[in-house]
């Protein structure tokens, strides 16, 4: 991709990502550190693959989304920090422009970019899928993730806005979807009792009808298909459980 390596570190949290790494390693072999933190120790070739790209790899216990990337991010040489998911790809158009703006930041202390998201071979441009905007490009001294389920930094310097996109490659079938809906969805059920928030027994019905119209109808899903139709669905049952799965948990605190 680019040939000079440039003074930038990239933070990677993984756990069985051995069909997924390398394609993500090879898209930032632009920056001269990667430090790789394997969550919940990977049992398939996750470590290998990073050793043999020049990581630097860390074995941790799963701590949630945003205490995991912080960890990586402590462990990062450089100011700059570009954080990646293993399901990620950074294009050359924006291999490029983070070169640039490594070279001559200004005044920024973080910035964002649109994601590309792909389902079934295409880009999904409809269903709340694009531009899917995240914070990506940091600097270390000027922010820290917050959330467990699903980190977002937050800086306390000044944020811009990048136009060129990353590829993400979240899913591979309907199946993988709903595992891992399983999955946040409980984690953000005991995420949200512990920030004190509270269900009754109309609240998963609501929130989970609500996120259907908003991702089928508002987000107009209904242009993607069959897919956009899964999505909607997939998003509305998550919703629905995610708020179940609390009225859960204030019932058995109470016993």
């Keep these: 991709m680019l040939p000079e390596k440039?003074?930038?570190?990239?933070?990677?949290?993984?756990?069985?990502?051995?069909?997924?790494?390398?394609?993500?390693?090879?898209?930032?072999?632009?920056?001269?550190?990667?430090?790789?933190?394997?969550?919940?120790?990977?049992?398939?070739?996750?470590?290998?693959?990073?050793?043999?790209?020049?990581?630097?790899?860390?074995?941790?216990?799963?701590?949630?989304?945003?205490?995991?990337?912080?960890?990586?991010?402590?462990?990062c040489k450089h100011e700059w920090i570009l954080i990646v998911d293993a399901d990620e790809r950074i294009p050359e158009e924006t291999a490029r422009e983070i070169k640039q703006i490594i070279s001559d930041p200004k005044n920024a202390d973080a910035y964002s970019f649109p994601r590309r998201n792909y389902f079934h071979g295409r880009w999904i441009k409809y269903s709340g899928w694009w531009p899917d905007r995240t914070v990506r490009?940091?600097?270390?001294?000027?922010?820290?993730?917050?959330?467990?389920?699903?980190?977002?930094?937050?800086?306390?310097?000044?944020?811009?806005?990048?136009?060129?996109?990353?590829?993400?490659?979240?899913?591979?079938?309907?199946?993988?979807?709903?595992?891992?809906?399983?999955?946040?969805?409980?984690?953000?059920?005991?995420?949200?009792?512990?920030?004190?928030?509270?269900?009754?027994?109309?609240?998963?019905?609501?929130?989970?009808?609500?996120?259907f119209i908003k991702v089928y109808i508002l987000k107009l899903g209904f242009l993607n298909g069959l897919d956009g139709f899964i999505f909607a669905i997939t998003r509305a049952g998550g919703t629905f459980f995610k708020y179940a799965q609390l009225l859960e948990l204030q019932r058995e605190n109470k016993r």
């Design 6 to 75: 440039i003074p930038l570190s990239v933070a990677i949290i993984t756990k069985d990502e051995e069909k997924r790494l390398p394609e993500c390693l090879k898209s930032v072999s632009f920056a001269d550190d990667i430090v790789v933190v394997v969550d919940s120790r990977s049992t398939d070739r996750t470590l290998e693959i990073a050793e043999r790209f020049g990581c630097r790899v860390f074995i941790e216990d799963w701590k949630g989304d945003g205490p995991q990337k912080n960890s990586a991010i402590d462990k």
């Design 137 to 211: 490009l940091v600097r270390k001294s000027k922010g820290r993730f917050q959330a467990i389920t699903h980190g977002r930094w937050e800086t306390s310097g000044i944020l811009e806005k990048v136009d060129v996109p990353f590829d993400h490659y979240s899913f591979t079938c309907y199946s993988d979807m709903l595992t891992i809906m399983e999955i946040r969805s409980t984690d953000m059920a005991r995420e949200l009792f512990e920030a004190g928030k509270r269900a009754n027994v109309f609240t998963p019905f609501f929130h989970g009808i609500a996120m």
